[in-house]
């Protein structure tokens, strides 16, 4: 600090911007880097990164399948991984009703023995255009 001026370092999305002003100027400086960040179309705020919100573990499992995850075929405990790696708490034997219910509306198809199941799509995800 020279001559009564502070100097502030930000780091935005690995852009590093240094600000050199007078205790009572600083804040107006900063505000006018956001907004010429804003106004070239640069967001300072994090952006949401999941694609998707499922409110239950069907909904979840279902999303999975969207994705086309399940092209080919998973085991409970790689769908109970991948829920887990998205950060979804789901118990196993919730995810393998929701798997059983999938397979039951012939969205998925159950192959293997019991307690071996694996789960393949049965018919690939579209979006209709209506």
């Known amino acids: 600090m020279s001559n009564g001026k502070v100097r502030v370092k930000i780091n935005v999305k690995g852009v590093e911007i240094e600000i050199e002003a007078s205790p009572s100027e600083i804040k107006e400086a900063i505000s006018n880097v956001i907004k010429s960040m804003e106004e070239l179309g640069l967001s300072i705020y994090e952006e949401e990164k999941r694609e998707f919100y ?39 034997s919730a995810i393998s009703h929701a798997l059983a219910s999938l397979a039951k509306e012939g969205i998925l198809t159950r192959i293997g023995r019991e307690r071996r199941y694996q789960y393949i799509q049965k018919i690939p995800y579209t979006v209709s255009s209506k």
């Open 54 to 92: 499922a409110a239950t573990c069907k909904e979840a499992v279902e999303n999975l399948w969207k994705e086309g995850w399940f092209e080919k075929p998973r085991r409970l405990s790689e769908v109970y991984e991948e829920l887990s790696r998205r950060g979804y708490n789901f118990d196993r």
